[in-house]
T-cell receptor, first 116, second 113 residues
Framework: KAGVTQTPRYLIKTRGQQVTLSCSPISGHRSVSWYQQTPGQGLQFLFEYFSETQRNKGNFPGRFSGRQFSNSRSEMNVSTLELGDSALYLC???????????????FGSGTRLTVV | GENVEQHPSTLSVQEGDSAVIKCTYSDSASNYFPWYKQELGKRPQLIIDIRSNVGEKKDQRIAVTLNKTAKHFSLHITETQPEDSAVYFCAASLSGSARQLTFGSGTQLTVLP
């Protein structure tokens, strides 16, 4: 089966611009989570969406937002980009069963965002 | 919030030796502990996980142990091979599943041939 697909793979933006990243989860997975990975801060949770609803949000400023569509595809948006937003943004999807447990994350390959 | 500390940050072992990576967590309510392997330039991949109702779990050469009292958990890799070289991340969650994970800072494991 197809894995988690993130587009684009690489992106260069200028400070002050905004950017939209896309994530298509594994077919049948309704949960999509986003993480930011940087050398200094490691992997940090941004937000989680399930059935088009944001279930959890990490400790990031309001410039970071996201949404999920009815087909479970998700987008995240970062407005007013800052140099510190340069990072690898990873999307992960998971399948939640009737027991209320998921079978673990499958990560996408990420979008490498560079802010100049 | 939850805080996860991971040690060591780098680890070099000879091929065939064992490797142990340790993590401690701060929130005693955490109940799900996965380990991810990330090879250079690739995505993190789940290699093993454990829930708080279990003390140990094994999968071939990989095992994870959990000590709830001390709030720490460890990854054990036996008979290491060069393809085990990667960055390993531990994580913790309060939800019992892969959800809103708090990650450790990672361990760069190098297996020397």
């Amino acid at each position: 089966k197809a894995g988690v697909t993130q587009t684009p793979r690489y992106l260069i933006k200028t400070r002050g611009q905004q950017v939209t990243l896309s994530c298509s989860p594994i077919s049948g997975h309704r949960s999509v989570s986003w993480y930011q990975q940087t050398p200094g801060q490691g992997l940090q949770f941004l937000f989680e969406y399930f059935s088009e609803t944001q279930r959890n949000k990490g400790n990031f400023p309001g410039r970071f937002s996201g949404r999920q569509f009815s087909n479970s595809r998700s987008e995240m948006n970062v407005s007013t980009l800052e140099l510190g937003d340069s990072a690898l943004y990873l999307c992960a999807s998971s399948l939640w069963g009737p027991t209320g447990r998921s079978d673990g994350y499958t990560f996408g390959s990420g979008t490498r965002l560079t802010v100049v | 919030g939850e805080n996860v500390e991971q040690h060591p940050s780098t680890l070099s072992v000879q091929e065939g030796d064992s490797a142990v990576i340790k993590c401690t967590y701060s929130d005693s309510a955490s109940n799900y502990f996965p380990w991810y392997k990330q090879e250079l330039g690739k995505r993190p991949q789940l290699i093993i996980d454990i829930r708080s109702n279990v003390g140990e779990k094994k999968d071939q050469r990989i095992a994870v142990t959990l000590n709830k009292t001390a709030k720490h958990f460890s990854l054990h890799i036996t008979e290491t091979q060069p393809e085990d070289s990667a960055v390993y991340f531990c994580a913790a969650s309060l939800s019992g599943s892969a959800r809103q994970l708090t990650f450790g800072s990672g361990t760069q494991l190098t297996v020397l041939p």
